[in-house]
């Protein structure tokens, strides 16, 4: 499961829990404690995903994510359907899911 941890600075971490240990990974400066669980749950299933199908799969309001998929698609982990208020996770999203990019890279986006 994927989540995340602020320090006491206010930084915020990405973490999983692979197996029994928990790993820490690199800062994402724009991360809010929501986005892990919400990135996850839009790489359950395949297909577009409403922030209310969203908000029934997680502890997070319908607004709250109504909010944060667009910050997701700024940082190209989603993309949003052209004609309704939908999203789906992208190829990097999933990458940054399964580990296979580095979290570094969505820092560099903003610079």
Known sequence: MIGCVRNVSGDIYISSDDSEDIHMYREVTWAVPADPYILEELGKYEGWHTAKNLEINTDFSRQWISQR??????????ERHEEEPAYRITDFGEQILNGEAEYEELNEMDE
């Open 69 to 78: 998929c667009p910050v997701f698609v700024d940082h190209k982990l989603a």
